[in-house]
């Protein structure tokens, strides 16, 4: 396998007085094998998250050790975090408390992607690539925004995956079994397959990382002396790389994940990850790709499904209210007048993976004083409502701007601060993880110096 790497370019622009988060999108890394089988468990702990996230918020990786999967960068980041339990993970690389080592239990990883992704990240990332049939060779370059001043060793990453794997000679081992261990008991998912699972479809696969480092560990240590120890919030770095695609490997299942991390040669808390974000290499066949329109008449909407017919298997549609369907064609009557509602299509693949989904804003016509009560400049949506354990925050701002949002008791008192300090303009998130707050009304207000806009929950455990 030929791996050639271009040289980085730099630029730095001159930076403002204060500091501005952008919004986060959280990497979870998890150390999988075929050997393992508590491995299918980890997968539908990954399933339930990116249902409940939206594409780009959370980007799952897996790497392989010990089985026909395994490359020379994923064992040296298992070696390098002294990883022992699978399928253990590790949430941008945090230690987080209760913890002696940054790789945790399954059980960790939703209440930890929620905590992370209301965590402002200081660098927005951005990935362009393209790629030469002829040669088979990617070129990528990732492009690393600042807006807050950082200091530290910091490294790019450039994580190469593939979805869709399947490997006949290697079946993947089920703890879940009946004919086995029976791990999760008859409800469990896995209860009524094999042991042994033939032709086990692996996604979010580990492949290469590419780096000017030779070493074992060069998938944990990713790219230095790009970006310098100390960096002024405005500067701009970025780094090219190029990487031969080898047989076997399908370009139309690729993923480019890039993140920036800080690098602590101990593998321990220092190697906290700063930002990340992710890509198709290439549209994949027939590609995916989700448009709708929508006929309104007072609070009665007629949503039509107007994607791309050939490059999913299934779709599911949120209305903005807590409320979803799997119709192609639905109808939907809000309860509440006088909101803007997100409605958002999402469409998946033939393995459930989400590969597009797009949002409107549905405005129902208010009546009387609920329009004063219930504007929403901002967009503000929360998903799911009525919420149980997660839920996501979204909303957008037309300028940058200090911000607050928070969870409100049914007496305004605030219960839970999600996020606050000075943010970028665009879209924003924040998570709610509900696990400790008792079942009823709540409210989610997000504050500006402009605005205030506030969204009634339900809690119900």
């Given at each position: 396998?030929?791996?050639?790497?271009?040289?980085?370019?730099?630029?730095?622009?001159?930076?403002?007085?204060?500091?501005?988060?952008?919004?986060?999108?959280?990497?979870?890394?998890?150390?999988?094998?075929?050997?393992?089988?508590?491995?299918?468990?980890?997968?539908?702990?990954?399933?339930?998250?990116?249902?409940?996230?939206?594409?780009?918020?959370?980007?799952?990786?897996?790497?392989?050790?010990?089985?026909?999967?395994?490359?020379t960068e994923s064992q040296g980041i298992d070696n390098f975090f002294q990883i022992s339990s699978y399928p253990g993970g590790m949430v941008d690389r945090v230690l987080f408390p209760g913890n002696s080592k940054v790789s945790h239990s399954r059980s960790a990883w939703a209440g930890n992607v929620a905590q992370r992704i209301n965590v402002g990240a200081p660098v927005q990332l951005e990935?362009?690539?393209?790629?030469?049939?002829?040669?088979?060779?990617?070129?990528?370059?990732?492009?690393?925004?600042?807006?807050?001043?950082?200091?530290?060793?910091?490294?790019?990453?450039?994580?190469?995956?593939?979805?869709?794997?399947?490997?006949?000679?290697?079946?993947?081992?089920?703890?879940?079994?009946?004919?086995?261990?029976?791990?999760?008991?008859?409800?469990?998912?896995?209860?009524?397959?094999?042991?042994?699972?033939?032709?086990?479809?692996?996604?979010?696969?580990?492949?290469?990382?590419?780096?000017?480092?030779?070493?074992?560990?060069?998938?944990?240590?990713?790219?230095?002396?790009?970006?310098?120890?100390?960096?002024?919030?405005?500067?701009?770095?970025?780094?090219?790389?190029?990487?031969?695609?080898?047989?076997?490997?399908?370009?139309?299942?690729?993923?480019?994940?890039?993140?920036?991390?800080?690098?602590?040669?101990?593998?321990?808390?220092?190697?906290?990850?700063?930002?990340?974000?992710?890509?198709?290499?290439?549209?994949?066949?027939?590609?995916?790709?989700?448009?709708?329109?929508?006929?309104?008449?007072?609070?009665?909407?007629?949503?039509?499904?107007?994607?791309?017919?050939?490059?999913?298997?299934?779709?599911?549609?949120?209305?903005?209210?807590?409320?979803?369907?799997?119709?192609?064609?639905?109808?939907?009557?809000?309860?509440?007048?006088?909101?803007?509602?997100?409605?958002?299509?999402?469409?998946?693949?033939?393995?459930?993976?989400?590969?597009?989904?797009?949002?409107?804003?549905?405005?129902?016509?208010?009546?009387?004083?609920?329009?004063?009560?219930?504007?929403?400049?901002?967009?503000?949506?929360?998903?799911?409502?009525?919420?149980?354990?997660?839920?996501?925050?979204?909303?957008?701002?037309?300028?940058?701007?200090?911000?607050?949002?928070?969870?409100?008791?049914?007496?305004?008192?605030?219960?839970?601060?999600?996020?606050?300090?000075?943010?970028?303009?665009?879209?924003?998130?924040?998570?709610?993880?509900?696990?400790?707050?008792?079942?009823?009304?709540?409210?989610?207000?997000?504050?500006?110096?402009?605005?205030?806009?506030?969204?009634?929950?339900?809690?119900?455990?």
């Amino acid at each position: 396998m030929k791996k050639t790497f271009l040289t980085a370019a730099i630029f730095c622009a001159v930076s403002f007085a204060f500091a501005q988060s952008a919004s986060r999108n959280v990497l979870l890394e998890s150390a999988v094998g075929t050997w393992d089988g508590f491995t299918p468990d980890g997968d539908l702990h990954i399933d339930s998250l990116n249902l409940q996230y939206p594409y780009r918020f959370f980007i799952p990786v897996r790497f392989h050790n010990s089985d026909d999967l395994e490359t020379t960068e994923s064992q040296g980041i298992d070696n390098f975090f002294q990883i022992s339990s699978y399928p253990g993970g590790m949430v941008d690389r945090v230690l987080f408390p209760g913890n002696s080592k940054v790789s945790h239990s399954r059980s960790a990883w939703a209440g930890n992607v929620a905590q992370r992704i209301n965590v402002g990240a200081p660098v927005q990332l951005e990935i362009s690539r393209s790629f030469n049939e002829t040669s088979q060779e990617i070129s990528a370059r990732v492009k690393a925004s600042f807006t807050n001043p950082v200091s530290g060793d910091m490294r790019i990453h450039l994580f190469v995956l593939e979805n869709n794997v399947v490997i006949p000679t290697d079946p993947q081992a089920n703890n879940y079994s009946s004919a086995s261990a029976a791990a999760g008991g008859p409800s469990h998912p896995f209860y009524n397959l094999p042991a042994s699972l033939p032709n086990y479809v692996h996604n979010y696969v580990l492949r290469a990382a590419p780096s000017e480092d030779s070493s074992p560990f060069s998938g944990a240590q990713g790219t230095s002396g790009v970006i310098p120890s100390s960096v002024i919030k405005g500067s701009i770095y970025s780094h090219n790389y190029t990487y031969e695609v080898p047989p076997g490997m399908d370009v139309n299942e690729i993923v480019l994940v890039a993140f920036i991390s800080y690098y602590d040669s101990q593998g321990g808390a220092g190697n906290e990850v700063l930002n990340a974000a992710s890509t198709y290499l290439i549209n994949p066949p027939d590609f995916c790709l989700a448009s709708f329109d929508f006929n309104q008449v007072d609070d009665e909407v007629s949503f039509y499904n107007t994607s791309t017919t050939a490059g999913y298997d299934s779709l599911k549609w949120a209305f903005g209210d807590g409320n979803t369907s799997t119709m192609e064609n639905p109808q939907h009557v809000y309860s509440e007048r006088g909101v803007t509602f997100k409605a958002c299509l999402a469409l998946f693949d033939s393995a459930g993976i989400l590969c597009s989904s797009t949002c409107e804003s549905i405005r129902v016509t208010p009546v009387g004083v609920e329009e004063q009560l219930a504007a929403n400049p901002l967009e503000l949506s929360v998903s799911p409502n009525p919420l149980n354990l997660l839920a996501m925050v979204q909303f957008n701002l037309p300028q940058a701007d200090n911000v607050s949002v928070e969870v409100l008791d049914i007496m305004g008192r605030s219960v839970k601060v999600l996020r606050s300090g000075h943010m970028v303009a665009g879209e924003q998130a924040a998570a709610i993880d509900v696990t400790a707050l008792p079942n009823g009304m709540y409210f989610v207000q997000v504050t500006t110096s402009a605005d205030r806009v506030v969204k009634k929950v339900l809690i119900a455990h």
